[in-house]
């Protein structure tokens, strides 16, 4: 038996859990492999698919919806041509209700039945001082939510390998959490969907990395300056990740109490956005 991961990580997260859910399975006899969905095509995918007796889609909650790209790919895929058990894996700072049971339609339109959903949760990337969530860089606190987190996935793995079904978020009161979180996030899915981001061209050296690093094709560099299109997903990939901190959200810079949300060590934004494969892109 073996496990394919597919995985969209914004700022990291999503990219650690699915890598220790990686290892995890494959010291229970399940060897997996991680894809970054940003560059696979449908093609990519299927091969994938078929060779794969297991498939996990991993994605951050963004308000109890999951981020573009994703939603992207899988309504790209192709319609499954065996029956396959799918597992769905969320990465959140404190709750989603549903966020991993929410798209089990989607999954099942293709073909795809969903046997497992897991929410974990991990170190807040909201690093934008105008919003109240609870939010730290602090090594020690980081690492007890990481360690913790680690155990959570141990049970995944374990859930997992052994064939036995756990839906969590599937039942009526994560259902209803979800119903309520998700008005306050609804602009972020519907298209155009402006970024609330600027950049200070003092502070900007033009090294084009957030170009490099977005998902959405969202950045670009014209007329000398870096401007943002119609089409973020919001990950706050560029503007946690800019090396200068030269990005401004909602007509603010950075807050010095909130320095930028740089992932789980390891993580590279600018790797993750061209690698298909991410254990070659771990080595
Ligand atoms: C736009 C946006 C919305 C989010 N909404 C939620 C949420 O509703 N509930 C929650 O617990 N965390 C929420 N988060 C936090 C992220 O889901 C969490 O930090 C996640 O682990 C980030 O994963 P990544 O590093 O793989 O991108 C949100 C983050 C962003 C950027
Ligand atoms: S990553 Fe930052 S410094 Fe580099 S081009 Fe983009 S905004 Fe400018
Ligand atoms: S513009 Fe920034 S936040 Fe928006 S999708 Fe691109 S990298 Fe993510």
Known sequence: MNAGVFCFSGTGNTWWVSNQLAAALG???????VYSIEKLDANDAQIIIQKSDI???????YGSFMPWPMKGFIDGLLQADEEKDIAVICTQMMFSGDGAW?????????GYKVKWTFHFNMPNNISIGIFP???????????????????????????ISSGIGSLKGAGPASRLMGLMQRPAYVKLVRRPFNSP?????????????????????????????????????????????????AISA??????????????????????????????????
């Open 197 to 245: 981001y600027s950049v200070d061209i003092e502070k900007c050296n033009l090294c084009r990395k957030c170009i490099m690093m977005c998902p959405e094709n969202n950045i670009v560099l014209e007329n000398g300056r870096i401007s943002f299109g119609e089409n973020c997903t919001l990950c706050l990939r560029c503007y946690n990740y800019c090396p200068q901190t």
């Open 27 to 33: 010291r229970r006899g399940c060897p997996a492999e």
């Open 133 to 159: 969530f609870p939010y730290t860089v602090d090594e020690n606190k980081i690492n007890r939510i990481l360690k913790k987190c680690a155990g959570k996935v141990e049970k995944a793995a374990e859930s």
């Open 102 to 110: 929410f798209y089990h339609r989607a999954f099942e339109e293709k």
């Open 55 to 61: 498939l996990i889609f991993s994605y951050p909650v």
């Open 250 to 283: 909602y007509g603010k810079a950075h807050d010095p109490k909130k320095p930028p949300y740089r992932g789980p060590e390891g993580f590279d934004p600018v790797k993750i956005a061209s690698a298909k494969i991410l254990s070659d892109f771990n080595e």
